[in-house]
């Protein structure tokens, strides 16, 4: 039998046999677009990481001009005359300057630190921004509200797979980040209508509105809240220096029995005070095993704020706010020194004087005149130093820089002598710790201070008060 003509196929054809392999090819791909996102998506993430560096490094570099500015007297000496605000803020050389660089390089951006030529400080008035290298040439406003802003850039960070791409505009350059910020220090002394302030961490030592420097005129208007005395030392306020002593009789423990019904001025190297209420809060003690005064606690809560940061108690400018309150069951003068050794252990004061291992200012560390613009220097007991700071660097922050209330006496003439009342503050003093004396000679119990700055605030100050580490606030006042 012949076989047929046509012969059937024994089995079915499969359908798209010429689909083989394409499986492999499309995971592949896959593969491929994956790993190009992820590439795109850790370089994406490192810019972003390196942006957000760069705006933490231009806000403290920011922060640090204008605690430059706050802490060196410019805001008491509104009209320059000490004609030392190019020192300050006047360019490059200048102090605030110089500061606000080092901060920005300290803080690294993708793991290095930016160029000096990368960093640019500007200052300026207010709501008018920042614009000029030099705040001498600002005149008179610049004092009332300073402005400081820091620019910063960060080139050539490493990215690879987004090179290619063109996603970024403006706000990136190719592998470059920068960042502005802008900070300012708030004096309410020449603020309209006046601004309350609250300071943190103020000392329980109310004074009197009394300057011994100057025949017992006042530190300001009590209306007004106007520094009466401004500019620097000999004729103005900022750079006095005098002893800060308790209006108690001495070997009286356990209350302050006072030497006259109120705390005065003794031109022109005295200045009396009374202690304030302290109640029994957490407060951040000092702790130095090295010096003696930090184991030489009498009254508790008294001794704890000075030493410490007394954050609960709140002073602020007015008509008896809640902390404003003399509290005379207190005696932080002799026998038992609660001031003189709280001060001690808090500015890491081995023993009595200048120079014993707590900071200074400049040209220290012997005892005063002491040069303005003021220039603060590490001691060689100073907790910086533990981490890694040389002793006699220069310094922006210190523990010897306190703030006291100033108290009306015109308001409040006589203070209670058998237990607490309440006071009118009108403005705060901000000085700088230079020794204190906790021996128990008739001449020992005094704190000998530097006034490095003042801010009044009236009698009648309204509004929402503006809050911060000093008597002149500082704070960002861009977005983050």
């Known amino acids: ?36 996102m992820a590439a795109l998506s850790i370089d994406i993430g490192t810019l972003y990481e390196a942006k957000a560096e760069a705006q933490r490094s231009a806000d403290a570099a920011a922060l640090t001009a204008a605690r430059v500015i706050s802490i060196s007297g410019i805001t008491g000496d509104p009209t320059n005359s000490s004609g030392s605000w190019a020192t300050i803020c006047g360019g ?63 080139s050539n960070l490493p990215v690879f797979f987004a090179r290619i791409f063109s996603l970024f505009g403006s706000r990136y350059s190719g592998t470059s980040v920068s960042a502005t910020a802008t900070a300012e220090a708030f004096n309410p002394s020449d603020s309209s209508p006046m601004v309350s302030v609250q300071p943190r961490c103020v000392k329980p030592w109310f004074v ?63 200045l009396q005070y009374v202690p304030g209420e302290v109640p029994a809060t957490s407060v951040a003690i000092a702790s130095n095993g090295t010096i003696g ?74 005892a005063g005149p002491y040069t303005f613009p003021f220039q603060i220097l590490a001691g060689s007991k100073s907790a910086l130093v533990s981490t890694g700071i040389a002793s006699t660097s220069q310094i922006s922050n210190s523990p010897s820089i306190v703030s006291l209330p100033i108290y009306d006496n015109v308001a409040n003439p006589t203070i209670n002598g058998f237990g607490t009342t309440a006071v009118t503050v009108v403005g705060f003093l901000q000085v700088f710790i230079n020794s204190a004396d906790n021996t128990t000679s008739s001449t020992g119990g005094y704190i000998n201070v530097t006034v490095m700055n003042v801010a009044g605030c009236g009698n009648s100050a309204s509004g929402t008060a503006v809050t911060g580490t000093s008597p002149v606030p500082i704070r960002l006042i861009t977005p983050p």
């Open 293 to 366: 005064a930090c184991s030489q606690v009498q009254n508790a809560d008294y001794w704890n704020a000075v030493a410490g940061c007394d954050q609960t108690t709140v002073y602020s400018c007015g008509a008896n706010p809640p902390g404003n309150i003399v509290n005379l069951a207190n005696n932080p003068g002799r026998p038992d020194n609660d001031s003189a050794n709280a001060v001690q252990c808090l500015t890491n004061e081995s023993t009595s004087g200048v120079g014993n291992g707590q900071d200074y200012l400049a040209p220290g560390p012997s």
């Open 1 to 36: 039998m012949l076989p047929p003509l046509i012969r059937r196929p024994r089995g079915r054809i499969e359908p798209r046999s010429d689909e083989r392999g394409f499986t492999m090819a499309f995971v592949a791909m896959t593969m491929a677009a994956i790993i190009c």
């Open 208 to 270: 009197p509105n009394q300057d011994p420097a100057h025949g017992s005129a006042s530190f300001v208007d009590r209306n007004t809240g106007q520094i009466t005395k401004q500019g620097v030392s000999t004729t103005g306020v900022i750079g006095e220096t005098f002893n800060l002593v308790p209006d108690c009789q001495t070997n009286h423990r356990g209350r302050c029995h006072l030497i006259s019904t109120a705390p005065a001025a003794t031109p022109p190297s005295t």
């Open 92 to 154: 490059s050389a200048s102090a605030a300057t110089q500061a606000a660089t080092t901060v920005a390089q300290q803080n690294l951006i993708g793991g290095i630190a930016v160029p000096t030529t990368s960093v640019t400080v500007k200052y300026g008035v207010g709501s008018a921004g920042a614009t000029n290298a030099d705040c001498s040439t600002l005149g008179v406003n610049f004092a009332i509200n300073p402005v400081v802003a820091v620019s910063l850039q960060r």
